[in-house]
């Protein structure tokens, strides 16, 4: 096993062809997941560690969920974030972590680059569950996944046509989806204004978002972050949502055949003014479900052992 | 150090064979050393019950002067003390180095600066000179004592960590020591652009999702400071330069003949943002490792003149402070052991230039140049290094004096290392390994 097989820490360290077979075991979750009983023993006497040291309460849930509908054992542990007002080192911490036996830690935290730290620090496989403004590897195959199953296209999303809106220079969302979008072959912009793109990441931009929302096959908005920001980056007021705010004017231009994504959760009046549960080009709550099934097929790939048993 | 009540321990020395390199040239020469003071320099010396330092094959030069360098004490005794940071400065090769005010308390009262400077004398392995600081408390307000720490021997003035942020104050700050005979040094950071920054703001930078340090905050600063020249006719010394724009902007300044001077560290010129991939903090420096562009351009700068001196920016910080996310992480790396093999693996210069940027030039603008830097002629003080310039090394974190192991330097192949440093007359390192006295 090499070091990158062990762990799922960011799109370009899983890679094209790990990422082509997670999206496959992710379907065959999302079958266990309809079942009457959705539940498998296939990681019976594992432990996952949930290490959220930063907010978190959708995907600690998700994964949470995951780990237990394949039969995981799961302990938690949470903080505020902050190692250092506590005068423990991260790596204490995880040392502490590692004496418990941890198969796998599950971690989120606010800084970028933490899951390689802590892979350092113990043997545990290791998933990112956000870190900073880094990387949200779950997040980007839930995302590849609901698209390619809404699309009917699978894991070859070659051509698609992917806007993301809104606060990518803050978003680990934007930098992992587009990752993973790419991957997969499609056309991903980033859409904004400039104080909140990034010039130095390889995809194009846009800052007119009327100038192509009637083109895209998927309306990807992104929530302002905005606890991550000093020297605000948009005037106040509401100009922000005027420009590139999804209102009812601009969703009347989606193609009707798009898809409309967030990934939670949602700013409503700042990034959306319209009510997605109201468009059937939402695919946000597919999101949310696909979500438990992409992180049941990550736990499964790191810490189960061959094909997955059935428990009947 | 004979006035430190330690005349006992000076040496009489005969140092043979070597290359002697100083301020006029590359010769052959033996040096003999008696009562803290080089009293003969010839070719070919006799030797009679001295002790000899057998040179052949080696360089002899000034000792080596520090304009920068973190040694913790008082305040942070986990990561350095005075001791340690001094004996890792004599095993460096250096016969000074100018303390940082950034302790706790501050250097910026006589009786701080006064403590570091006796506890220096106490240790005996170099000079240890405190600088003290612009403002009190490092605060970027009031002005400290100038003139009474300048009394006492102060003669660099920094905020280091930080820059004055106000003009107005550094204005002030630079009318008032033009008038006493110090010179102010500028950690150079716009402090507004560069909140939670963690590395350079570039490619790299954003594939992390890391905050960005602009090479603009560090350039504006470099600007201000020059026009502030400029206009008090004061002089001003630029801390680690890092960024090609600020060389160039240096070049522009003493081109227009401005009493500017300027320094770069050892990392700088070695070792690139990318560095940073693997999210080890041991990376994390401030001001920040930039592009192979940047370290193109300070090389060139310490190349043709424009930067004047090397400096350490030696900053240990404990392993547990280091082993946190990079956010929280402090910055700094540990630079004084390493400085000449880095300097010299990384610069394509002659050894006269390298070790005048080493050793000579640091010493006039610390104004220390009546003790450090001095050619070799009998009557100087006897502040000397002998260097092994081919030898291959590289560094064991654990091996270093320093109470920190936060060295970047673990992968790098250096050249050319420190055999013996002579301090005051007394052989302090011989071999490569400090003499406890």
């Excluded at chain 1, 991260?90 to 599950?106: K, S």
Aim: hydrophobic letters at 40%; aromatic letters at 4%; a negative charge.
């Amino acid at each position: 096993m090499t070091a990158a097989r062990r762990h799922v820490r960011s799109i370009d360290e899983v890679g094209r062809e790990r990422i082509i077979k997670l999206l496959a075991l992710t379907g065959h979750m999302h079958e266990i997941n309809q079942r009457p009983v959705p539940k498998v023993p296939a990681l019976r006497g594992r432990v996952v560690c949930n290490l959220f040291l930063e907010d978190s309460t959708r995907t600690r849930l998700s994964f949470d969920t995951a780990a237990k509908r394949l039969g995981a054992d799961t302990v938690a542990f949470t903080g505020s974030g902050s190692s250092l007002s506590k005068g423990e080192s991260l790596r204490d911490t995880v040392e502490t972590l590692a004496a418990m036996r941890l198969d796998a830690i599950v971690v989120r935290h606010r800084s970028a680059g933490a899951p390689w730290q802590i892979a350092q620090w113990c043997e545990a496989a290791i998933v990112n569950a956000g870190d900073g403004r880094h990387a949200h590897p779950t997040q980007a195959l839930l995302d590849a996944y609901t698209i390619g199953r809404r699309t009917g296209r699978g894991a070859d999303l070659s051509g698609l046509r992917v806007a993301i809106v809104g606060d990518i220079v803050n978003s680990r969302v934007a930098r992992s989806t587009t990752a993973i979008a790419s991957m997969l072959g499609a056309e991903v912009t980033h859409v904004g204004p400039s104080t909140l793109l990034d010039p130095r990441l390889d995809v194009q931009r846009c800052t007119d978002l009327d100038q192509i929302i009637g083109d895209v096959d998927v309306l990807y908005m992104l929530r302002m972050q905005n606890e991550r920001m000093d020297a605000a980056p948009v005037p106040p007021g509401g100009e922000y949502t005027r420009r590139f705010g999804l209102t009812p004017e601009r969703a009347a231009n989606i193609r009707t055949d798009a898809l409309l994504m967030h990934p939670g959760p949602i700013n409503h009046g700042t990034e959306m003014t319209v009510d997605p549960s109201t468009m059937p080009q939402s695919a946000i709550t597919d999101q949310v479900s696909y979500g438990v099934a992409v992180r049941m097929a990550v736990l499964f790939d790191l810490l189960g052992t061959g094909e997955m048993e059935e428990e009947s | 150090m004979t006035d430190a009540g330690c005349g006992a321990v000076v040496d009489d020395i005969v140092i043979t064979g070597g290359t002697l390199v100083d301020q006029s040239g590359s010769r052959r020469g033996d040096v003999r050393i008696r009562d803290g003071r080089i009293v003969e320099v010839a070719e070919s010396l006799t030797v009679g019950d001295e002790r000899v330092i057998d040179a052949a094959g080696l360089l002899v030069t000034p000792g080596f002067v520090d304009l920068h360098t973190h040694l913790r004490e008082p305040g942070m005794p986990e990561a350095e003390t005075i001791e340690s940071g001094s004996r890792a400065a004599a095993l460096g090769g250096y016969t000074a180095v100018v303390a940082m005010p950034n302790t706790d308390p501050t250097q910026d009262s006589v009786e701080v600066v006064e403590w570091v400077a006796a506890r220096g004398r106490a240790a005996g392995w170099c000079d240890v000179y405190p600088s003290g600081s612009i403002t009190i408390g490092r605060a970027g307000r009031e002005l400290t004592p100038i003139a009474d720490l300048a009394a006492v021997g102060v003669r660099l003035f920094t905020d280091d960590g930080s820059g004055v942020q106000d003009d107005a104050v550094m204005r002030r700050a630079l009318e008032y020591a033009g008038d006493l005979d110090v010179r102010l040094a500028q950690h150079c950071e716009v402090a507004t652009l560069t909140r939670g920054a963690v590395m350079h703001e570039g490619h790299c930078c954003s594939t992390l999702g890391l905050p960005g340090w602009p090479a603009l905050a560090e350039e504006l600063m470099v600007h201000r400071d020059i026009e502030l020249v400029r206009l008090t006719g004061s002089s001003v010394h630029l801390l680690h330069l890092s960024t090609a724009r600020s060389v160039e902007l240096v070049r522009e300044a003493k081109a227009d003949g401005l009493a500017v001077t300027a320094e770069a560290t050892p990392h700088h010129i070695s070792l690139t943002d990318e560095r940073l991939r693997g999210f080890d903090a041991v990376f994390k420096v401030n001001p920040p490792l930039r592009t192979m562009a940047d370290i193109e351009a300070v090389r060139d700068g310490l190349i043709d003149g424009t930067i004047d001196a090397i400096a350490t920016d030696h900053a240990p910080h404990p392993r547990h402070h280091k082993e946190r996310p990079l956010e929280e992480a402090p910055p700094g790396m540990l630079g004084l052991e390493t400085a000449l093999g880095v300097a010299r693996a990384s610069l394509e210069c002659s050894w006269e230039h390298l070790v005048g940027a080493l050793s000579w030039r640091p010493a006039a603008i610390a104004g220390v140049a009546d003790r450090h830097g001095r050619p070799f002629i009998a009557g100087e003080p006897a502040n000397i290094c002998v260097i092994d310039p081919d030898l291959q090394w590289r560094v064991d974190p654990a091996a270093l004096a320093s109470r920190s192991t936060n060295t970047p330097f673990i992968d790098i192949d250096l050249t050319g290392r420190v055999r013996h440093t002579v301090h005051d007359g007394r052989v302090v390192v011989a071999d490569g390994s400090a003499v406890t006295r």
